[in-house]
């Protein structure tokens, strides 16, 4: 089995910085392609950012030159730099990541989402 485990968001203000981590652990051979979404109250969830095992990134629109997604594959470990944060950014974040374990073929694997909020 493979979990995701997300930890550092919590309750900043407009124009502070967060880092959120997200690691992988578990029967893992390899994990491909890596991302971080979030929801907000009401709202469908949403692609953040995503990087591949290579390193090439892809950004929503919204937050495009604010977040830096970033990988560290010996650790099994994606981050999420937010800076600087809008109070739009509010809602939970959730890591997933494409994962080929040594029960089962490349599958998506999320995890339980941290909460990040920003007041205005």
């Known amino acids: 089995q493979v979990q995701l485990v997300e930890s550092g968001g919590g309750l900043v203000q407009a124009g502070e910085s967060l880092r959120l981590s997200c690691v992988a652990s578990g029967s893992i051979i390899i994990i491909n392609a890596m991302g971080w979404y979030r929801q907000a109250p009401g709202n469908e969830r949403e692609m953040v950012a995503i990087?591949?095992?290579?390193?090439?990134?892809t950004y929503a629109d919204s937050v495009k030159a604010r977040f830096t997604i970033s990988r560290d594959n010996a650790k099994n470990t994606v981050y999420l730099q937010m800076n600087p944060l809008k109070p739009e950014d509010t809602g939970v974040y959730y890591c997933?990541?494409?994962?080929?374990?040594?029960?089962?073929?490349?599958?998506?694997?999320w995890g339980q989402g941290t909460q990040v909020t920003v007041s205005s």
């Open positions: 997933a990541g494409n994962v080929r374990s040594s029960r089962s073929f490349a599958r998506d694997y």
């Open positions: 990087i591949t095992s290579a390193g090439t990134t």
